[in-house]
């Protein structure tokens, strides 16, 4: 027994690891997060790093088990596979099954290969240890509800390797919610330009045959890159390597000077800057919607911040038609001093100047994640047919108010959805708020999903693809979109989107009946029963009355003397015989008749009665589950995401958006993820084209003087 452990500790594995790599097979923390180059080769050393694991544990009951998860089960046999045999085939007594791609240890230890395409195949397991590889290319519900469980039982680690796609779920993986690094967590990033695997004459062939942000992405490990055409990527790519974005404090004996993006319909942004020696610290951010100036005043104000000025831009002098004020004299109103009118100013010097502003700057990683997100997505227009950048910036990515969008309660459109709320993100269930018109007579592209389902959207609202960002205009027939659903979750999203969330919603339903018909009028009617409830609504044609509930309408209109005339109440009366399609009867008594008009006057705060009404709403809810199945809603989504076509369409409308804070996205219909969007960049241009001016060059403490009427 003694001569086979010793001969089991002088096992040798065929496998020398690159210099690059040892500290990872060295490193102590349970988790780990390795972004490497393409052709680097983490695959071969992950599955090394398997077996070593698997030798090492000396468990016997129950015996340990690992797993390597790779995007589909197909790409884990092509490419994990082999390796896995080739480098544990000199332990003896090994088993192997090509069936199921396990090998099993004489000890018990066993590795298995799974695809995430699948991942539901985990449900229930306990791993000691799991490398997951591409993340970037795997639904991000596989982590936190099926993977991360199965590592509880005995303190599994996890491993999570790849090449960037965008800021998506792997690159926030490492991430506490506040946005710092998660303690628990190696990380390692092996650029083309540092390992030196790669020569530098097969580089140089390499970029030529691909773009910048292409090749940056693949061969530099940029998070950023996919952003086709961002202004400041390199920028900020600079200052995530020099480690600028950190903690920064504020400093209590310099002044803050912030600047700001006013909007209208749009978001008002508003970053905070301390100059400290050669420093320009960028210590908060703020970004709000829907609000009056004195809402920003007020939040300034309540910051614990000594003020140098304030930095507006130039259209802030323009007078309003209906108060003859301009917004500069309105902050001045409220009590802001020193206000200073950034000069007007061409795009593009307002872009260059932010170019040479931001390698001076530190930015605080937590209070400024917004504005950072914003800056980092600050691209220009890209032009598929010419295949180049055009020259302007983009930001207001939106979708028509009549695109739906998956949320807690069902599918609703974007117009309809009440401020404040929760959507499906690519990370799961997120709150949002203020969806809002963010652009008035938008251009337009339609956008036709392979499933059928076709959205209106601005040419330059991103989807999220298999390579990162793209703008709605720059996809092709066959480009597949990434998902927040999955084949399994496609049923319960199906279900939870025709029944809503039952016990909440069929309350909320049962006041909302009582309060349409007791108290609230035509106008609100139909905005209560279509955002609270995920049915049909049907336009009433006996009486001016909306009803989320029935098919037509048997009630008196409520007021004195019942509010109808007895012509229209015996045409309402003679159809209480007629079945309704809802399941719903008309009888003399209960719901549905007149028996209810006394209990119904008494309104929300009254003493009415919610029990028919909770039955009148339950039926219903039961009948369009019914008719959505029966059209195959649930099937849908079942289908690939793939892109059929786009078009430029000739008329413009009004668009929407949302503010989903940290995960910057959110689901359509099908499950297709896009981004919302973002306005910081255009506050952070002011910033860098006056800061230098009026913060340095005049002083802290000197006052600002500016025109009182016309541009600067």
């Known amino acids: 027994m003694d001569e086979t452990v010793r001969e089991r500790r002088e096992l040798v594995i065929p496998y020398l690891p690159r210099p690059q790599f040892l500290p990872y097979h060295d490193r102590t923390e349970r988790f780990a997060k390795i972004v490497a180059h ?74 298995r290969l799974y695809g995430a395409d699948n991942y539901e195949r985990m449900r229930g397991l306990y791993h000691d240890g799991v490398t997951v590889d591409e993340p970037a290319q795997i639904d991000p519900r596989a982590w936190p509800e099926v993977i991360r469980p199965t590592l509880s039982d005995f303190k599994g680690w996890a491993s999570f390797i790849g090449t960037p796609q965008g800021r998506d779920w792997f690159y926030k993986i490492d991430k506490m919610p506040d946005g710092t690094d998660d303690p628990d967590f190696f990380r390692l990033t092996l650029k083309a330009s540092e390992t030196g695997i790669i020569s530098p004459e097969e580089l140089n062939s390499l970029k030529r045959g691909l773009s910048e942000e292409q090749y940056e992405q693949e061969f530099q490990c940029s998070f950023d890159a996919a952003v086709i055409g961002a202004y400041f990527g390199k920028q900020m790519a600079g200052a995530e390597t020099d480690k600028r974005i950190t903690g920064v404090p504020y400093e209590a004996t310099a002044q803050v000077w912030t600047a700001w993006d006013l909007g209208i319909a749009d978001s008002t942004a508003i970053w905070f800057a301390q100059v400290v020696g050669r420093e320009i610290r960028i210590i908060d951010y703020y970004e709000a919607s829907g609000a009056d100036l004195g809402h920003y005043v007020r939040e300034i104000s309540n910051r614990p911040y000594s003020y140098g000025g304030h930095i507006v831009p130039h259209d802030s002098q323009a007078r309003e038609l209906g108060t003859g004020k301009t917004r500069l004299e309105v902050l001045e109103s409220l009590g802001l001093k020193n206000l200073t009118v950034c000069q007007m100013h061409r795009v593009e010097d307002g872009i260059n100047a932010v170019r040479v502003f931001i390698p001076k700057c530190w930015f605080d990683a937590v209070k400024c994640a917004r504005g950072i997100e914003a800056l980092k997505m600050y691209r220009a227009e890209y032009d598929d047919k010419l295949q180049t950048l055009r020259p302007r910036p983009v930001h207001d990515w939106c979708f028509t108010g009549d695109t739906k969008v998956l949320t807690r309660y069902g599918m609703y459109p974007i117009k309809e959805l009440p401020l404040q709320g929760e959507v499906l993100t690519q990370c799961g269930w997120k709150p949002y708020h203020s969806p809002r018109v963010t652009r008035r007579s938008a251009p337009l592209v339609a956008v036709l999903f392979a499933d059928g389902l076709s959205v209106r959207c601005t040419p330059d609202h991103l989807f999220m693809t298999e390579s990162g960002w793209r703008s709605a205009e720059s996809l092709t027939r066959g480009m597949l979109i990434q998902s927040s659903l999955t084949r399994s979750r496609s049923i319960s999203m199906a279900v939870s989107t025709a029944f809503g969330r039952a016990t909440d919603t069929i309350r909320a339903a049962a006041r909302n009946y009582i309060g349409t018909l007791g108290l609230l009028p035509l106008g609100q009617s139909r905005a209560v029963a279509t955002s609270t409830i ?48 809802t399941g719903i009867g008309r009888t003399p008594e209960g719901y549905g008749t007149d028996a209810m008009l006394s209990g119904l006057r ?92 009026s913060a340095i060059k005049t002083g802290f403490n000197r006052q600002i003087n500016y025109p009182s009427m016309g541009y600067v």
Request: charged share 20%; hydrophobic share 40%.
């Open 38 to 111: 393409r052709r680097f080769g983490k695959t071969v050393g992950c599955i090394n790093e398997l077996i070593k694991a698997a030798l090492s544990n000396t468990r016997k009951t129950p015996p340990p088990r690992y797993a390597y998860v790779a995007p589909t089960y197909t790409q884990a046999k092509d490419i994990a596979w082999n390796y896995l045999k080739l480098y544990s085939a000199v332990i003896p007594g090994l088993k192997v099954s090509e069936s199921e791609l396990w090998i099993e240890l004489p000890s018990g230890a066993r590795i």
């Open 534 to 581: 995920g049915t049909a609504t049907r336009q009433i044609t006996s009486s001016p009355i909306l009803s989320a509930f029935q098919q037509t309408n048997t009630f008196r209109l409520l007021g004195k003397g019942g509010g109808q005339n007895e012509k229209q109440a015996d045409t309402s009366r003679k159809r209480q015989e007629t079945p309704l399609l």
């Open 602 to 693: 008494a309104g929300q705060s009254g003493s009415a009665k919610t029990g028919p009404a909770i039955i009148a709403a339950l039926s219903s809810m039961l009948s369009s589950a019914r008719a959505a199945i029966a059209k195959g809603f649930a099937t849908l989504i079942a289908k690939p995401l793939l892109i059929e076509s786009v078009e430029r369409l000739p008329e413009t409308e009004d668009v929407y958006c949302m503010t989903v804070p940290g995960e910057e996205s959110f689901s359509l219909a099908n499950g297709a993820i896009v981004h919302n969007c973002s306005h910081g960049a255009d506050a952070f241009r002011y910033l860098a084209m006056e800061l230098d001016r």
